[in-house]
């Protein structure tokens, strides 16, 4: 039974501290911000809920128009556990599971979305499904059964799931994406500059 649509949490509540003064959910891809073009990626697999610093904040004008749902989260300073804490908790309760999907990561297609969601089949054992890259390194997004709801939303501080994850580990589906996708995230200018370049 794979599920459509499947509900998405996008990660946008981090302050992009290493990037020395610049947003890197701001930086320009292909004329949109990259939070609004991972926002319609999103869109395309289900219902999306993003978490924000609170606002006012640059990031909520560049979802302006979308049909997603900001979730702003205080303490988002705490690490990126709290911004899961509080998204799984907003989901609706018959939610029967969740993607999760870094901001960050401007190399994903919306076809590496579709395929991992494709991949989710709650008739089985699994409860998680984790997109890797083509040689087999774990990576993002990830898919969660809502088994796990409950102890994703006792996350704290900066802990992204990985306790979860290591607990399920022996029900955990790999979904390979093409190269290195699953695990291209841009955190520095440096990181920026070096993606922009391959791009040209």
Sequence with gaps: MTIAPLPVILLAAG???????????????????????????????????????????????????????????????????VSLRRAFAALPLDTPAAMVLLADMPALEASDLACLAAAVDLTGETLIWRATTEDGKPGHPIVFAAALFDQLKQLRGDDGGRAVVRAAADRMQLVPLPGQRARRDLDTPEDWAAWRAEQE
């Design 15 to 81: 302050a992009s501290t290493r990037m020395r003064g610049r947003d890197k959910l701001m930086e320009d891809i292909g004329g949109e911000p990259l939070l609004r073009r991972q926002a319609r990626l999103a869109r395309g697999i289900g219902p999306v809920t993003v978490a924000l610093p609170p606002a006012p904040h640059p990031r909520y004008t560049a979802l302006s128009g979308l049909d997603i749902t900001p979730l702003p989260v205080p303490e988002a300073a705490e690490g990126m556990g």
